[in-house]
């Protein structure tokens, strides 16, 4: 079955800074990447998805990037500010599994004023 | 537009009591339905998800069940609730080939 694995665990950075967020995934048949932010206590909120048929994405400051050859995807997000410090979780959707999503374990990120 | 309700939002049980919590969805039809478990401070584990009314896929064997009596309304329940059970309670709803958006949560603590 389907494997993500995400790195860094966890990522200091200071405010204006870029981060960047690494998975890999194992099933070559996965077709659809979204990226989650958690904030403390809340849940897990949809901050931007692409598709295996796109190599990258962008939204204001945040942006994905897919490689399918090598199986790895990332998050993107420049000019960091505080309230971006939450928990992001990367995840990929098997071919014709109901939709289901396999997470990735979490990278949590602080944004140092 | 779509709502994800669930209930209880907090719940303490003793251990040995059953457990029985409920989500429901708003604004859509036929939306694939899905149960995460996640403990604190860790990642998000999938318990079940459903594609259609009396249609559930268990993940991860354990003490717990789910429903779906209706197209929008996912149950999640046990007869016997053990310490491990414990955690942060997540349903999330999707539609095929789209993203899932989840609920606001149950999160509950077994004594």
């Known amino acids: 079955g389907e494997n993500v694995e995400q790195h860094p665990s966890t990522l200091s950075v200071q405010e204006g800074d870029s981060a960047v967020i690494k998975c890999t995934y194992s099933d070559s048949a996965s077709n659809y990447f979204p990226w989650y932010k958690q904030e403390l206590g809340k849940r897990p909120q949809l901050i931007i998805d692409i598709r295996s048929n796109v190599g990258e994405k962008k939204d204001q400051r945040i942006a994905v990037t897919l490689n399918k050859t090598a199986k790895h995807f990332s998050l993107h997000i420049t000019e960091t500010q505080p309230e971006d410090s939450a928990v992001y979780f990367c995840?990929?959707?098997?071919?014709?599994?109901?939709?289901?999503?396999?997470f990735g374990q979490g990278t949590e990120l602080s944004v140092k004023p | 537009s779509q709502t994800i309700h669930q209930w209880p939002a907090t719940l303490v049980q003793p251990v040995g009591s059953p457990l029985s919590l409920e989500c429901t969805v708003e604004?859509?039809?036929?939306?694939?339905l899905y149960w995460y478990r996640q403990a604190a401070g860790r990642g998000l584990q999938l318990l079940f998800y459903s594609v259609g009314i009396g249609q559930i896929s268990s993940e991860v064997p354990q003490n717990l069940s789910a429903s779906r009596p209706q197209d929008r309304q996912f149950i999640l329940s046990s007869k016997k609730l053990l310490l491990s059970d414990s955690g942060f309670y997540l349903c999330?709803?999707?539609?095929?080939?789209?993203?899932?958006?989840f609920g606001p949560g149950t999160r509950l603590t077994v004594t």
């Open positions: 999330a709803w999707s539609l095929a080939g789209g993203g899932q958006y």
């Open positions: 995840a990929a959707t098997p071919y014709n599994q109901g939709g289901k999503l396999i």
């Open positions: 604004g859509t039809s036929n939306p694939n």
